[in-house]
């Protein structure tokens, strides 16, 4: 597709020329090094091909995708210090490199970047509190995940709940800050926006999928992460619902060990009884519904077809649908 | 002052009123036990008296003066991580009583926040883009703190920079802020904002000169606790300045001791030092003069003298003019 090429050209020499600042450099090198690492640039995507839809300036746009870009990062950076994950895209994470204390300063710096450049656009006090309300619902997802780790029970509705305020809120405000530079009416901001908390829904029920059930080559990460650092996804909270009293209390122990424990021998353990137990199917067919929903919310924006055509695509894209 | 209670009480009751959010109460928790601490108030009451100066609408200054509120407590436990800051007006800090995680994301929240506080007047976005200005150089002013630590030499023009980015800015901006929500003109927003930035730096030397040389029940922080700490602070800077290479040398030396070294001794040399070279005279006289200036700047807004009664009382309160 022709025009999404072009967006992420055009967002990629908006980036590459925006001045984050200099000095001190122990504050700006850390921004640098984060945001300038190349990454699909989701939510600047989404943002710009919303406002395109609606036939809104491109220019004005970019800024609130410059905003989310920004935002995306700061969070990443924040989340790996509480995560203490040493590598981000295959390279060392900003508190790794340089220390806890500068990855949370530069980290603050850009949350408030984040706001300067959603600021920007004739519509930028709007922009600016759909940020101010996302941010604080990330950070509630954020500490729902931190207390999942020691929280003995979970339920499938809490997971549910955490998911969407961590990863899909942040989707679905990409596009509804595209829609919203590009005037479109109330009605469809709300069903861009829903399109984007479903698709965002979708998306993180096929990561927690793909932990397990991927090509390591080809996905990048390790076979199983999830599994060796006890994380309740949504695979483990639905074979603990399917399973029998035996297979639970041993799911249930098998992620009470010790992270450091050997971990193969556990993640193959584990994958046998969601095999036995067809999670993986299940935890599918409730992606599904998620997906086929996020495209009934698209189908239902009060435009014509061929508007929708560039997102739809992107999204398929995205989603797997289209390869 | 009649004036000065009621807006103290106001903003009291209006903070008492925000609703800052519930769930997950290890997000809201911290931020309760933080802002509702009882302080001095300085940023919103700054904030206030700026805009009742004009004869602007207070209910309007009261978002910006909460969001201001809101954005120093969010430093404040975040600068506590870095500093390793076990207590804060004599309770544990956020860090200390929770832990990092939710010290950094607590945090996080509070900044997003102040967005939301700031974006509320009319007025909504300049005042969002004068905080995200203020966050920014608040962020550049604690990494130049920090980078202090370990820089072997710091000269007295950096550290005036630090103390103007990380404390005078916030004063001067609550005072900016008040004056934009009453519609002031550019030129005496600017004049308030000049007051400000003198008062800050008048401040915060007063602070380095009462850190050794203040009645330690009063002041409520521990004698020296800045030597202890090898805190370069304008003291130490002048002190080597105006030092024969003796006593330089002697100096340098005691600040590269190890904090946990037995601080007594260590204090009553550097003091006896200082004294001997007239130190504290000498910041003072620097303090004073930023004093003036202030003034200075507050008697050129354009305005009769007695509509800045108010204000003045207050800042030669603070500064301890008036008892």
Redesign the interface.
Known sequence: MEIIKQLQQDFAAFLANTDF?G??T??YEPIAYTILQSGKRLRPMLCLLACDMFGGDENEALWPALALETFHNFTLI?DD??DKAPVRRGKPTVYQKWN???A??????M???A??FA?KPKK??EL??Q???V??EI??G???D??FETQQSVTIEDYLKMIRLKTAVLLATALQMGATVANAKEADIQRLYDFGINLGMSFQLQDDILDLYSDVEVFGKRHGGDIADNKKTYLYLRALEMASEKDRQRLEQLFSLRIDHDETEKIEEVEEIYNRLHVKEAVEQVMLDYDRRAFECLAAVDLPEERKAHLKTYAELLSGRKK
């Open positions: 600042g000095q001190p122990e504050l924040h210090i509480m806890a204390d500068i949370i300063l530069s980290g603050d710096a949350l408030a970047k706001f300067q600021l930028g006090a600016a509190r940020l101010g309300q941010a604080i950070c509630e954020q500490q729902m931190l207390n």
